[in-house]
């Protein structure tokens, strides 16, 4: 295909009499200053700039029907990674958990998560979680209980060193209803799920009101601490991702609110479930219904980072830590299909976001103290659409890496895997790799992470025989360890 086109602008901050709404000058609406962007000429990718993954292993179910990875986390010396997803049948939907060697991609072991019900309806795995000391990985998920009718919210324990369960817990709202999880963080000795549970319903198959739901288990024993259902004024409280405070002081549940179309964001007392503040993000735009947003939580403990998007548009707030009081907000008006994704930086002072915009990744640094733009680019692949999925910030803070799927010129609905590396000071693209092409008719990224090493590694699904979709790892070490790419097999 044709040379990839990027475009990276370098920003700089001047006063404006009034806000402005476009996302040459991104409106910071909690303060005078706002950003303007000046636009740099664009610039082809070079073949040195294309790599290809340091080793790519698939793992096939035992159905061997639709295997999917959801989210992979590393150990803390980045020798082992371990990935977990779902594995459709045409009875029900269990789990698989692998833990890979980073060097080689070899496996280590295998966990298999069969579920309880004789047969059921959709469930899957939310996200991962590492003990702090790496002995113990927790697996949020929502799984069918016995009676097959309705899903509950499962946390699943594994013994890092072979696998082996060490515990499960699983939580039902207030009513018999579809209960998910959503996402798991690990603080000290505990263990913290959230979700959302089933409040009440008009009637049966008809309208069902949603809260969020969270839960705290001894990390060691699974005996729970806590449980706590958020009802916030909203006749629904979506929660879609939780993060901790560095420090392990608080834990911050990010949802949205129905039909209110607010972002909503909880913070609770890691120790008693009680909640600290709750704080609302009005003027989400639009009458559509407000799709997921994430959070993140700055290095320093200071500030909480919140994003959402409805309709078209986006929003980004961020926090007081301690209060809940916006500090700054900034929205973006024009094309963007799906929520910004979020990465704080280790400096503290900068905040990353990628999302799609006019059907191209946008990515840009924000400064986390103004909301001000730092630098922005733009990544417009070989076919269509190109939608980013995940953000990842190495732990020193120099790369950024982002991942998501692009369409290809020769089959519009047959996304590949793009996934990119940037200079995190400046935007400047590192390294691209677009996986795909004749391997397989499709692909979907979920997650990419960072090592502390240089190292990135991507988890997905990928459909390899024309019928049923696999897990897929790849690695991607830095550009002087990877083998160049050739344009043309692309």
């Given at each position: 295909h044709p040379p990839v086109s990027y475009r990276s602008h370098g920003c700089s901050n001047r006063p404006m009499s009034r806000p402005r709404t476009t996302w040459g000058a991104l409106s910071v609406t909690a303060m005078t200053l706002v950003t303007a962007c000046q636009p740099s000429p664009d610039a082809a990718v070079t073949a040195q700039r294309d790599v290809r993954p340091a080793w790519v292993v698939t793992y096939d179910g035992p159905k061997h029907k639709n295997d999917g990875a959801a989210d992979i986390v590393l150990s803390p010396d980045g020798a082992t990674a371990f990935v977990s997803g779902t594995n459709h049948s045409n009875r029900c939907v269990d789990f698989s958990t692998i833990a890979y060697d980073t060097t080689d991609g070899s496996k280590h072991w295998v966990a298999l998560y069969e579920s309880l019900a004789r047969w059921c309806g959709s469930g899957g795995v939310a996200g991962l979680a590492l003990s702090p000391d790496a002995g113990?990985?927790?697996?949020?998920?929502?799984?069918?209980?016995?009676?097959?009718?309705?899903?509950?919210?499962?946390?699943?324990?594994?013994?890092?060193?072979?696998?082996?369960?060490?515990?499960?817990?699983?939580?039902?709202?207030?009513?018999?209803?579809?209960?998910?999880?959503?996402d798991v963080v690990a603080v000290g000795d505990a263990v913290y799920v959230t979700g959302n549970v089933t409040t009440r319903c008009v009637a049966r198959f008809d309208t069902c009101y949603v809260a969020i739901a969270t839960a705290a288990y001894d990390a060691t024993t699974g005996n729970r601490e806590w449980f706590v259902v958020h009802r916030g004024d909203?006749?629904?409280?979506?929660?879609?991702?939780?993060?901790?405070?560095?420090?392990g002081g608080v834990i911050y549940v990010a949802g949205v609110s129905?039909?209110?179309?607010?972002?909503?964001?909880?913070?609770?007392d890691p120790a008693t479930g009680v909640e600290r503040w709750t704080a609302h993000s009005s003027h989400i735009y639009g009458s559509s219904f407000p799709r997921h947003s994430q959070i993140d939580v700055s290095r320093d403990g200071a500030w909480v980072f919140v994003s959402g998007t409805t309709g078209d548009r986006y929003r980004?707030?961020?926090?007081?830590?301690?209060?809940?009081?916006?500090?700054?907000?900034?929205?973006n008006r024009l094309n963007i299909g799906d929520v910004a994704r979020l990465a704080a930086s280790p400096s503290a002072d900068v905040l990353f976001f990628t999302a799609e915009n006019r059907r191209d990744y946008l990515t840009a640094a924000i400064d986390a103290r103004?909301?001000?733009?730092?630098?922005?680019?733009?990544?417009?692949?070989?076919?269509?659409?190109?939608?980013?999925?995940?953000?990842?910030?190495s732990d020193d803070g120099s790369r950024l890496y982002v991942t998501g799927?692009?369409?290809?010129?020769?089959?519009?609905?047959?996304?590949?895997?793009?996934?990119?590396?940037?200079?995190?000071?400046?935007?400047?693209?590192?390294?691209?790799?677009?996986y795909g092409g004749e391997a397989f008719m499709y692909g979907y990224p979920a997650r990419i992470v960072a090592s502390g090493d240089g190292d990135s590694y991507l988890v997905g699904s990928v459909e390899t025989d024309e019928t049923w979709d696999d897990f897929v790892t790849l690695k991607y070490g830095t550009p002087d360890a990877m083998m160049r790419r050739d344009p043309s097999t692309k």
């Open positions: 113990t990985l927790f697996v949020a998920a929502s799984s069918y209980g016995r009676s097959g009718e309705d899903s509950d919210i499962t946390t699943i324990a594994y013994d890092t060193a072979d696998g082996s369960k060490l515990w499960e817990a699983r939580e039902e709202g207030p009513i018999s209803g579809q209960d998910d999880a959503v909203a006749a629904s409280s979506f929660g879609t991702e939780m993060v901790a405070a560095p420090n129905v039909p209110s179309h607010e972002l909503e964001t909880v913070a609770y980004l707030v961020a926090y007081a830590s301690d209060t809940g009081a916006e500090v700054w907000t900034t929205a103004t909301g001000g733009t730092l630098w922005r680019s733009r990544y417009d692949g070989a076919g269509y659409d190109d939608i980013p999925q995940s953000i990842a910030v799927e692009s369409g290809r010129r020769d089959c519009e609905y047959c996304p590949s895997f793009a996934t990119l590396a940037f200079d995190a000071a400046d935007g400047e693209v590192l390294w691209t790799d677009r």
